[in-house]
């Protein structure tokens, strides 16, 4: 069955960088693309963007710059990296494989609680 | 690309039906029949439950439905039950090659 399994929570400073992972099972991985979703505290779900089977990463609007998108296809891994965080980053991280038959989301992660504070 | 617009709130009885509306433009909900929606029990991942419009993944019970008539998709649940609270939020492609949410609604079982 189909299974992505993200890294557990980080607590990071302002201006750190975090790296979010997403391992992927049950599928063959580089076929699919994945999307990756932000759900900031009080807050509904936030398409951030995806990476494409190719590892060409699209973001959406607000998540450009700072934020990156890339896949090991070695390990079937995903991951989303934030750069120079900021205290309104803290949220949850979802990872969801995008489908092949019409352009939406399928399966989630788990998601990845990235908390910001000095 | 502005969130599609959903009812913050929705509630009913068990046993009852409830609809929830996604309101969107041409360029995304009227545009394309790629509407999905997703349950969100808080603390777990979301679940797809409706995809391209109206039609339900494996497992998913048939109290779940959807349908789109203009720039507006719906949800609609009937025979509402205890385990059907939580949160619910709509999902279109859109005319930019993207993906844009709903801002969610949140569903009360009285």
């Known amino acids: 069955q189909v299974q992505l399994v993200q890294s557990g929570s980080e607590l990071k400073k302002p201006g750190a960088s975090v790296r979010v992972s997403c391992k992927a099972s049950?599928?063959?991985?580089?076929?699919?693309?994945m999307n990756w979703v932000r759900q900031a505290p009080g807050q509904g779900l936030e398409w951030m963007g995806n990476i494409d089977t190719n590892g060409n990463p699209s973001y959406a609007q607000g998540f450009r710059g700072r934020f990156v998108f890339s896949v090991d296809s070695s390990v079937n891994t995903a991951y989303l990296q934030i750069n120079s965080l900021k205290a309104e980053d803290k949220a949850v991280y979802y990872c969801?494989?995008?489908?092949?038959?019409?352009?939406?989301?399928?399966?989630w992660g788990q998601g990845t609680l990235v908390s910001v504070s000095s | 690309q502005s969130a599609l617009t959903q009812p913050a709130s929705v509630s009913g009885s068990p046993g009852q039906s409830i609809a929830i509306s996604c309101t969107g433009t041409?360029?995304?909900?009227?545009?394309?029949?790629?509407v999905s929606w997703y349950q969100h029990h808080p603390g777990t991942a979301p679940k797809l439950i409706i995809f391209?419009?109206?039609n339900r993944p494996s497992g998913i019970s048939d109290r779940f439905s959807g349908s789109k008539s203009g720039n507006t998709a719906s949800l609609t649940i009937t025979g509402l039950q205890p385990e059907d609270e939580g949160d619910y939020y709509c999902l279109s492609y859109t005319n930019t090659i993207t993906l844009v949410f709903g801002g969610g609604t949140k569903l009360t079982v009285l």
């Open positions: 049950g599928y063959t991985f580089t076929r699919y693309f």
């Open positions: 041409s360029s995304d909900v009227g545009g394309y029949d790629y």
């Open positions: 969801v494989r995008g489908t092949n038959e019409y352009p939406g989301m399928d399966y």
């Open positions: 391209e419009v109206n």
